[in-house]
């Protein structure tokens, strides 16, 4: 069964603290997402790799950083985090191309931001 | 730029009703593909269905059917005789080619959901 973990269902951080937010796919996916959700906005992508070491942003980027290091793993940094950050943070993972790019997704990060 | 809109925010129906959820899409590309997504309570999105652009023809899945109309740029979906189970927000989305130097790729443009309460 393929899968995308996130680590942790919950997280409740203060103002200022430098949060990651750490994702794991077993599907040997060279594309990875990271999004946001906010109730009345949707799903907004933050940023995206389609590659190792390679990062790309997306149409929120602005507080946040990331590093995939390995194919398994994307990382999303916070790194002085704010209450606007308070939000439900989804990963997802994908083939590449523009074919059979069905995104799988995590079971999210509940991010609150005190 | 791609937009999708899904015009309907919640939507509220009795057990056994049938509701179709509106998705109206915007692109220039010429290949690009259509999906819908089910996130229930548990919060995970769940893959529904994908869609290319030169496929037209309507799918039936059980009580689940899809409406693809490339001259008015929508893509609906219909549940037949609801159940409180497919209570969920039901994202639309839209493939938009991204070549970055290694080569083609493509990201997902995501309308902003349609919470869909099913009463018993």
């Known amino acids: 069964d393929v899968k995308v973990t996130q680590s942790s269902r919950y997280l409740v951080k203060r103002t200022g603290e430098k949060v990651f937010l750490e994702c794991v796919q077993d599907m040997d996916h060279e594309n990875m997402f990271w999004y946001r959700q906010d109730p009345g906005l949707g799903l907004r992508l933050i940023y995206f790799?389609?590659?190792?070491?390679?990062?790309e942003k997306g149409d929120i980027p602005e507080g946040y950083s990331v590093s995939r290091e390995k194919k398994e793993r994307f990382s999303l940094i916070l790194e002085s985090a704010s209450t606007n950050q308070t939000s439900m943070y989804l990963c997802a993972s994908s083939l590449p191309g523009l074919a059979n790019n069905e995104q799988f997704f995590g079971p999210g990060t509940r991010l609150t931001v005190l | 730029a791609q937009k999708v809109t899904q015009a309907q925010t919640e939507i509220s129906v009795v057990e056994k009703e049938d509701v179709t959820l509106d998705c109206v899409y915007e692109t220039r590309d010429t290949t690009y593909y259509l999906f819908w997504y089910k996130q229930p309570p548990s919060g995970e999105l769940v893959f529904l269905i994908r869609r290319n652009s030169f496929d037209e023809q309507n799918e039936i899945s059980g009580r689940y059917s899809w409406n693809f109309q490339k001259s008015t740029s929508s893509f609906n979906f219909t549940i037949t005789a609801s159940q409180v189970v497919d209570s969920a927000v039901y994202f639309c989305a839209l493939s938009e080619a991204y070549v970055p130097l290694t080569g083609a790729n493509s990201k997902l443009t995501f309308g902003k959901g349609i919470t869909l309460s099913v009463r018993p």
């Open positions: 790799s389609y590659d190792v070491k390679m990062k």
